[in-house]
Antibody, heavy 117, light 107 residues
C-alpha cells in the first residue's frame, strides 16, 4: 500500500541546515510528484515545495532562497534541505503524494523539528 | 499567490448539529479545491476533492459545495469523531495555498 515516511533530526541549531528524507513505498516517484508541507506548533499548513515526476522543482517564494528539494528514484527517497534555520522554522514537516489535479491524497506521519540552541 | 480566506476560525457546535465552513478564493480556482480534516497529533486526511466529491471512506454526512468563489464544507448531524480542525486547499496553481483552518469543537 501507499506509504510515505519522513525522517531527520528532531533538533537543529539556529543558522544551521535542515536535512529531511521522505521514503515512499507503494508508488513510483516517476509517476507521482511529492510535496513538502510544514506546520508550526498550533498553526496552519504551509506548502513548501514540490518535486515533479520529471525531477523539476517548484518552491514557495517565501522559502525559495533557502530551500532545495531533490530525490533518488532508485531508493524511492525525496530530500528536503533548508538552510539558515531560525526559530520560526520550528514545525512538523510532512511529505505528501501529489499528482496533477489530485494532490495530497496520502501524507507521511510528519517529523517534528525544533530549531533551538 | 491565491489567497484562501477561511471562516470561521472557531466553530462551537453541539452533537447532532449541522455546520458549515467556508473558504473564499481570491482568484478563480475552478473546482480545484480540497478539504482536509486534521486531528491532534495526526496528519491531515483528505475529505473532499474537486470541491464536491467525497473521498474514499468519508461518511456521507460530509458534503462540499461551491457558489462562485465561495467553497463550503457541510457536516450534517455532527458526531464526536468530527471534532477536528478543517482546512481548505486550492490546487489550481502553484504555490498551493491552504485556508487558515477552522477548529470545530463541542459547545
Amino acid at each position: 500500500q501507499v506509504q510515505l515516511k519522513e525522517s531527520g533530526p528532531g533538533l537543529v541549531q539556529p543558522s544551521q541546515t535542515l536535512s529531511l528524507t521522505c521514503t515512499v513505498s507503494g508508488f513510483s516517484l516517476t509517476s507521482y510528484h511529492v510535496s513538502w508541507v510544514r506546520q508550526p506548533p498550533g498553526k496552519g499548513l504551509e506548502w513548501m515545495g514540490v518535486i515533479w515526476t520529471g525531477g523539476s522543482t517548484a518552491y514557495n517564494s517565501l522559502l525559495k532562497s533557502r530551500l532545495s528539494i531533490s530525490r533518488d528514484t532508485s531508493k524511492s527517497q525525496v530530500f528536503l534541505k533548508m538552510n539558515s534555520l531560525q526559530t520560526e522554522d520550528t514545525a512538523t514537516y510532512y511529505c505528501a503524494r501529489d499528482r496533477a489535479g489530485s494532490p495530497f491524497d496520502y501524507w507521511g506521519q510528519g517529523v517534528m523539528v525544533t530549531v533551538s540552541s | 499567490d491565491i489567497q484562501m480566506t477561511q471562516s470561521p476560525s472557531s466553530l462551537p457546535a453541539s452533537l447532532g448539529d449541522r455546520v458549515t465552513i467556508t473558504c473564499r478564493a481570491s482568484q478563480d480556482i475552478g473546482n480545484y479545491l480540497r478539504w482536509f480534516q486534521q486531528k491532534p497529533g495526526k496528519s491531515p486526511r483528505l475529505m473532499i476533492y474537486g470541491a464536491t466529491n467525497l473521498a474514499n471512506g468519508v461518511p456521507s454526512r460530509f458534503s462540499g459545495s461551491r457558489s462562485g468563489s465561495d467553497y463550503s464544507l457541510t457536516i450534517n448531524s455532527l458526531e464526536s469523531e468530527d471534532m477536528a480542525i478543517y482546512y481548505c486547499l486550492q490546487h489550481n496553481e502553484y504555490p498551493f495555498t491552504f485556508g487558515s483552518g477552522t477548529k470545530l469543537e463541542i459547545k
